[in-house]
């Protein structure tokens, strides 16, 4: 469980993260319109701005992804655990009747 929880912290420190990155674009936009820095600065450095979203964007959906895998995982075993509790009662009840009619036999 403890891998699912760290996998959900840290989807939720990039998405924090983006947050402030566009948080950063909208500065640089103000400061464009206010005529402190040039538009060729301003798209060279919401560009790069723009390459580190898309790069924790990408890494977030792995993560996603990952997540998603590991609950799948912990699902399935989960359903095997239930199928061996069930195929052993289902066994203990068979070995019961084979049981009660050798009896029943004698």
């Given at each position: ?6 996998l ?7 998405e924090?993260?983006i ?9 640089l936009?103000?400061?464009c319109?206010?005529h402190?820095?040039t538009k ?8 790069h701005?723009?390459e580190k ?10 993560l996603?992804g990952?997540?998603?895998r590991?609950?799948r995982?912990?699902e ?6 239930q199928?061996?509790?069930e195929?052993?009662?289902?066994k ?15």
């Amino acid at each position: 469980m403890s891998f699912i929880n760290r996998l959900k912290r840290n989807i939720k420190k990039l998405e924090k993260n983006i947050e402030k990155e566009h948080e950063k674009i909208e500065k640089l936009e103000e400061k464009c319109e206010n005529h402190k820095i040039t538009k060729g600065e301003f798209n060279v450095k919401k560009r790069h701005i723009e390459e580190k979203i898309r790069a924790m964007d990408s890494r977030m959906r792995v993560l996603q992804g990952g997540l998603t895998r590991e609950k799948r995982h912990l699902e399935e075993k989960a359903e095997e655990k239930q199928e061996k509790k069930e195929e052993k009662a289902r066994k203990k009840e068979e070995r019961k009747q084979r049981e009660k009619r050798f009896l029943e036999n004698t």
